[in-house]
């Protein structure tokens, strides 16, 4: 015992000062080595998301280095966690650097890593303290600014809620991730196009893993440059609202000033107010929507296009907030306000304002609407909780009798003695129906419940997947876990595919915020981890621990290109009514189908594959009456209350898909930001139509120990949402 503490105290002495050079200068050992790590974005990172980890790694000077690194951390159940990555190989003498991804469920925990080269010995280290303080929990909003000379942090304390929101720049070119899952923690991305040198510096991983990000559901602002050279190689054109045509002066900025909600003119910041003129970037062939313009008639200029790209958004500013006149000017703090406004979800309240009545769910453990799906999908069928009641009943009997019972009927027949014999027999007894009534109760096989929705973006032949996944197994195991992507619409050979654990947010019990800590299991499981280039993945779990009897949370996510073409011919006309036809380009049916486009919903009812529907003379249902089931009652609109226990799991999925659509915590009390990427409401009126309908077949199967699980064991809920572009009647 006395051993056992000094180890432990030598080794709490020994960590911080591993972690401080590990983090700092490296170390000096000839040989193969780790010489510099560095966590996420300025070391700040979120848990719960994936974190890019960038790694300086040095070869010995005889031999290149090549082989595994392993990195270990706390998973959402701060139960240990693996995750295991190839390295390249690195010539003798030469160090070099690599990104890596990892999933904190813990913040501010212990990371350790171990290099293994294929040739030589094992070098591994502790990181802790300082490195990880930057840690922040999974509801806080991250703004990543590519660049400089921006008051964003002002800007968002304009907004009102600075204290839920982590802003950070980054100046480097080579402190920004090579593939799209760096950027899973990030909520806007603001790029300053005037950077030059940050730009130019980037790779072509680098810029891919952003547009690919911005493609999947990330939210991206470009502030143009307005030099006369900027159209020549503008960053992320392939993804901007339009094409970038001309560069133009503009002397009347009246647009800008009204959607700043400015105090003073622009042009009083100028140092010539005679000659006043704003550089601006003339985009042509807009697809979205043009929130700012300068001008009248034909002559009107957009200053500002929010467009949709896939299933993100990118937000054009066409002129250069880093230079003057804006540099000068006392309102662009309320400019940029408005910015991230436009970007942001207006209907998610800062947390602690709840209105009254909306804080059950506090004493449920959650906040987030994701809380809500996972309790739902906790209920597995066949396997119910054992009642307290009969619990209790059961014990009672027990201690009557073994004690007074038996004491009794052995001292009337005088035979003392055979307690001996009757007293392990009633255990066994009462053990027997315990376990009967346990598996009877449990079941005696591995089940699932899986929630999948499943998005297509005809345009652009992108489809991307969203399995929440709940595992119950009647046994403590470990187990081999993988994905196969089953879906028809999905190109073979084009995929990301990753599944991982999933946390709770929040401080409630189990919460990734909450500090506790698992005692169920402190060997760690593995995850593999393949990027293959910025856009390709693979992710996958080996010897994952489930605790006999309950049940762990996993969440699978797909990406890549689909086989559906866009058949469907929809054009608005007055008041944003479509008109035209809506095709299923699906080979299988979309039952209790439904179209949602503006602030209209068509319902369609079941759509067998490949069926065209015209929807002139269809009835149309205004989005929120839908999704609040709003209803008149005593001749008043009434809508219905959002229960935050209610464990409909379509109900909750429809709500998760368009949150914003239904005034988001204003109906439903709850917050929608970790899986926000999910809520499509602002695609609604930005051009853009969404087909939506359930499907019969399983999109994504888990494979349990290289083998399907069986449909018996198997609950799904699929749901598709199909992306198609409309024509506007001019």
Not at 81 to 94: H, K, L, M, N
Not at 508 to 537: I, L
Request: aromatic fraction near 8%; glycine fraction near 8%.
């Amino acid at each position: 015992m006395i051993r056992c503490a000094a180890t432990i105290a030598f080794a709490l002495v020994l960590m911080p000062s591993v972690a401080t050079s590990v983090a700092t200068c490296g170390d000096t050992r000839v040989g193969p080595a780790i010489h510099s790590v560095s966590v996420g974005f300025d070391g700040t990172y979120k848990v719960g998301f994936w974190t890019p980890l960038r790694l300086t790694l040095a070869a010995g000077p005889d031999r290149p280095l090549s082989g595994h690194l392993h990195v270990t951390l706390q998973d959402g159940e701060a139960i240990p966690a693996t995750y295991v990555f190839s390295i390249p190989e690195i010539a003798a003498g030469t160090e070099q650097a690599i990104w890596r991804y990892v999933k904190f469920g813990r913040a501010g925990g212990a990371v350790r890593i171990r290099l293994e080269p294929t040739e030589g010995p094992p070098w591994e280290t502790t990181i802790q303290g300082t490195p990880l303080a930057g840690g922040v929990p999974s509801d806080r909003t991250l703004i990543i600014e590519l660049g400089d000379g921006l008051d964003l942090p002002q800007a968002i304390q304009l907004r009102g809620n600075g204290s839920r929101v982590v802003h950070r720049s980054v100046s480097v070119a080579e402190n920004l991730p090579d593939h799209l899952l760096g950027y899973a923690a990030v909520d806007l991305l603001f790029v300053v196009s005037s950077c030059d040198t940050l730009l130019d510096g980037l790779s072509e991983d680098q810029r891919s893993a952003i547009e690919s990000w911005v493609e999947l559901g990330g939210k991206l602002v470009v502030i143009a440059s307005t030099n006369d050279d900027a159209l020549d190689d503008a960053p992320f054109s392939a993804i901007l609202p339009g094409t970038l045509e001309r560069i133009a002066i503009q002397r009347q900025t009246t647009g800008i000033e009204q959607f700043a909600a400015a105090t003073t003119r622009l042009d009083r910041g100028s140092s010539n107010v005679i000659r006043f003129e704003v550089p601006m970037a003339i985009l042509r062939d807009i697809d979205g929507v043009v929130a700012v313009a300068e001008g009248f008639g034909a002559d009107q200029r957009p200053a500002i296009v929010r467009g949709i790209v896939g299933f993100g958004q990118t937000i054009f500013v066409a002129f250069d907030l880093s230079q003057d006149p804006f540099v000068s000017w006392t309102d662009r703090r309320r400019l940029l306000a408005a910015i991230l406004e436009l970007a942001q979800n207006a209907t998610d309240l800062p947390a602690g304002q709840l209105s009254s009545g909306r804080t059950a769910s506090r004493s449920l453990g959650f906040r987030d609407l994701g809380g809500q799906l996972r309790m739902a999908l906790e209920q597995f069928q066949g396997v119910s909780l054992v009642p307290f009641s009969l619990t209790a009943s059961l014990i009672a009997i027990y201690i009557l009798i073994v004690g007074p019972l038996e004491y009794w009927l052995l001292k009337r027949c005088g035979k003392s003695v055979w307690t001996w014999a009757t007293f392990p027999i009633t255990i066994l007894v009462f053990l027997s129906v315990a376990h009967l009534l346990t598996s009877s109760w449990k079941g005696e096989q591995v089940k699932t419940n899986q929630a999948t929705i499943v998005d297509v973006d005809l345009s652009r032949s992108l489809v991307r997947g969203t399995t929440w996944m709940h595992l119950f197994s009647p046994n403590t195991e470990r187990l081999s876990l993988d994905s196969r992507i089953t879906s028809p619409i999905l190109a073979a050979d084009d995929t990301g595919r990753v599944l991982i654990w999933q946390g709770i947010p929040g401080v409630g019990f189990g919460g990734m915020d909450s500090g506790m800590s698992s005692t169920s299991f402190s060997k760690p499981y593995q995850v593999e981890v393949d990027t293959r280039d910025a856009f390709r993945a693979h992710v996958w779990m080996e010897q994952f621990p489930v605790a006999v009897r309950s049940s762990r949370s996993l969440i699978g996510q797909w990406w890549g290109s689909c086989q559906l073409q866009d058949s469907s011919e929809l054009r608005v006309v007055a008041e944003a009514q479509l008109e035209g036809v809506v095709v299923n380009p699906c080979s299988f049916e979309l039952g209790d189908a439904y179209l949602m486009h503006d602030r209209w919903v068509y319902p369609l009812g079941n759509m067998r594959g490949g069926e065209r529907i015209d929807l002139a003379n269809r009835s149309t249902v205004d989005i929120q009456t839908r999704l609040t089931r709003r209803r008149v009652l005593n001749g008043r609109n009434v809508m219905t209350a959002w229960d935050v226990s209610d464990q409909d799991v379509d109900r909750i999925l429809e709500l998760m898909m368009f949150h914003e659509a239904a005034k988001g915590m204003n109906y439903t009390g709850l917050t929608h930001r970790y899986h926000r990427s999910i809520d499509l409401t602002q695609h609604l009126n930005s051009g853009r139509a969404i087909l939506v309908g359930r499907s019969k077949q399983v999109a994504a199967q888990v494979v349990l120990n290289g083998v399907e699980l069986q449909t018996e064991n198997q609950a799904h809920w699929t749901y598709y949402r199909l992306q198609m572009p409309v024509k506007v009647e001019r």
